[in-house]
């Protein structure tokens, strides 16, 4: 509350509740150096120690209240996704299907995390990941519709990653990415689970570099960004907390973003999942495979 969270006195308040002596004080989050040297001058010689890592490793383990939430998320994300699918025609804008995506968990009460994603005709790749902006373009037959998508209940969220066409199945290669990037999100699942080790889900992505592909974007990450966030060990840019320990009851996001090795072109398969005993629980109930608009309907 010292960083301003509190208003704008918040510090002063502080400072009259503790009273002049010698205090250890716990700061999370960026603390400015007005409010530390302010509090200093008010109370006495402070201890400065930044608990932040400890409080988001204790946020990240999700209690039975949060899951509930977190679980009324994940069906309005499932189906804003849904009638994003179904909003798909010749014509309609990528805009479009942002305004039937929102639509529908506004409806319900639900607010919007993110819906990023890109359109490109299937013969003519554009983007490897999808775009944070919707674009004009109309969808035309053959289109391939890439997307990664948060909806939000009370402080909870969920997010899925799914890959549409319209009208047309996909051609060789992007059914290889696909392939790929189930293929690699299944791996990664299959080693969570109490007691793991960041490291194993890392390990596991490496059968997309070995295939030939390569990733773009977070491996992992905890819901609302939360520890750990993971990244292939082809990928990272620095040291990656592999020692980091799965606990049950951790909710993390699975999200390989698999790319074409030398066209740009690539597609992310993922979901929330909840981190239990002796594996993880399957959260959304979206169908996993790459899904076909019929022209027509």
Not at 42 to 55: F, H, R, S
């Amino acid at each position: 509350g010292a960083g301003g969270g509190g208003g704008p006195g918040a510090g002063a308040a502080l400072a009259a509740r503790l009273g002049r002596g010698r205090w250890r004080l716990g700061h999370a989050g960026g603390l400015p150096l007005r409010i530390a040297r302010g509090l200093e001058a008010a109370v006495g010689e402070v201890a400065w120690e930044d608990v932040g890592n400890a409080l988001a490793l204790a946020r990240a383990v999700k209690s039975d209240e949060e899951m509930e939430r977190i679980r009324i998320a994940v069906r309005l994300t499932d189906r804003s996704v849904e009638a994003l699918f179904e909003a798909m025609r010749p014509g309609v804008r990528e805009r479009d299907l942002v305004r039937a995506l929102e639509e529908t968990y506004l409806a319900e009460g639900g607010y919007a995390g993110i819906h990023f994603l890109s359109s490109m005709p299937m013969d003519a790749p554009a983007a490897r990941v999808p775009s944070q902006y919707p674009a004009e373009r109309p969808l035309s037959v053959g289109d391939v519709v890439i997307g990664e998508y948060t909806g939000c209940w009370w402080g909870a969220s969920s997010q899925v990653h799914r890959t549409f066409s319209l009208g047309r199945e996909p051609d060789r290669e992007w059914r290889a990415l696909h392939e790929m990037a189930v293929a690699a999100y299944d791996a990664v699942v299959a080693t969570l689970r109490d007691g793991s080790a960041a490291g194993e889900a890392i390990a596991a992505a490496d059968l997309v570099a070995e295939a030939g592909f390569t990733l773009c974007d977070d491996l992992l990450h905890g819901v609302d960004q939360l520890p750990p966030v993971l990244r292939s060990r082809q990928t990272a840019h620095g040291p990656q907390p592999e020692g980091f320990v799965f606990r049950r009851g951790m909710v993390v996001t699975v999200q390989p973003n698999v790319v074409h090795p030398s066209r740009p072109m690539g597609l992310q398969f993922g979901e929330t999942v909840r981190i239990g005993s002796d594996g993880a629980e399957r959260l959304s109930t979206l169908p996993r495979a790459w899904r076909v608009r019929p022209l027509g309907v």
